[in-house]
């Protein structure tokens, strides 16, 4: 027994914490400052209500124990005064037994829980100890959706691209319903970075923000990242593991490369849309969540499902609204501002005292063709901003590939006369020649995982060149 209650006391310390007992009574308010100091709090404490008012404009709280029934200022008083103080702060009301329905309207008006006196102190420390978890979990709420708003904010799509501005506003305009949402566009085009979008100004923009990329994953092991597993379910499930799905209960699921799932997973993922359930794979049991799906592919679906690689139905249930992205070579006027912007995050994040774009290197710049769309342009500032020196960002930082002059081999895609697919291959050959057959670096360049870089090689017939040069290296 001695051993429980050592570790309950070890439990009971909230460092930081700050608590205020406001009770007429001294004996009853004396033997809680006790109980909570013993308990590892610190505590103040006020004889009155207008005492407890005067202590509470002077400075914050995080958690008030206030009797109920004092003279002249209630505890009903404190506890409107403080919630107009700080919105935040906790109040635990305490009250004798008879005055149950009275403790009812204090939790109507705000107050976090009751106590009837005499209180237990084993129910007074843990209701102290589940208001501060309240404040903590509300700051890290706080912290999540000011994370999500840095990260996926308007502030940090950049573009005067008439197209884009429409697409953004469409994106904050759907936020709020609970439709399915496809977005398409070729890699690296920004489409993860508008599901956040959508998500971050949706009503469920304090839930999970989840993400997966279908192309990144080996087949056999997608289902059971999207929807868990149990124990002995296949060779390696050591064991239960909670999917994706299950992650993102409440809040959004973002499928990435959705195009890339096989048929059979296709129908798993039509089922879930359609009913909110699932079952974890070697699991008979039933499970339901609630989540909005966000898919986004590079793929032309519409091909896709002409040659019966994807499903029909599914298509009509992600394509609810349908949002797509145009490759930054349709938008040249939105490269500068990019680069600027680029070169302040990377600027700021390496420590470098750059300032601007050199009348060279923003011309090089402009001139490319950009086939890795957005996330090739950032990936070469900060490629520039790394190897940078000085105070601008010159010509000679930018990666050789974009620099080089134009040739035969490097006509802008806009120009191109070969179909998309010519085009994707071509300079994906261009990319890994000069990278020497680097995968990861290529991967980087291109925008791509290592796995769906493999894909392409395959479907493109130059596998066993990729493999005879990798050897030889």
Known sequence: MAQNKQGLEMQE?????????????????????????????????AQSGQEANRLIDRRAYDVIICDLVMEGVSGIDVLMHSKRVNPDVEVIMLTAFGSVESAVQALQSGAF???????????LIVTVQRALEQNRLRLRLRALERQMREQFGVENIVTVNPQMQQLIKTAISVAHTE?????????GTGKELIAGLIHSMSSVADKPFVAVNCGGIPESLLESELFGHVKGAFTGAISTK??????????????????????????????????????RVGENEVRRVKVRIIAATNKDLQQAMEAGEFRED?????????????????????ISLLAQHFVKLFAN??????????????????????????????????HGVALSSGDMLELKDLPPHITQPVTDDTIPLAESKGTLEDIEKSYILKVLQETGWNQKQACRILGLSKATLYRRLKKYGIRAKLMTASLSS
């Open 13 to 45: 310390a909230a460092p930081g914490a700050t608590l205020l007992v406001v009770d007429d009574d001294p004996n009853v308010r004396k033997v809680l400052v006790a109980q909570l100091k013993d308990a590892g709090f610190k505590v103040e404490e």
């Open 113 to 123: 829980h009751y106590i009837t006196k005499p209180h237990n102190r084993e129910e």
């Open 179 to 187: 439709s399915n949402v496809l977005i398409t566009g070729e890699s």
């Open 242 to 279: 909670r999917g994706l799905v299950e992650e993102a209960d409440g809040g959004t699921l973002f499928l990435d490369e959705v195009a890339e799932m096989n048929p059979t997973l296709q129908v798993k993922l039509l089922r879930f849309i359609q009913n909110g359930e699932f079952r």
């Open 314 to 334: 599914l298509y009509y249930r992600l394509s609810v609204i349908p949002l797509h992205i145009p490759p930054l070579r349709e938008r040249r006027e939105d």
């Open 349 to 382: 994040r390496l420590d470098k005292p750059i300032r601007g774009i050199s009348k060279d290197a923003l011309n090089a710049l402009m001139q490319y063709h950009w086939p890795g769309n957005v996330r090739e342009l950032m990936n070469a500032i900060e």
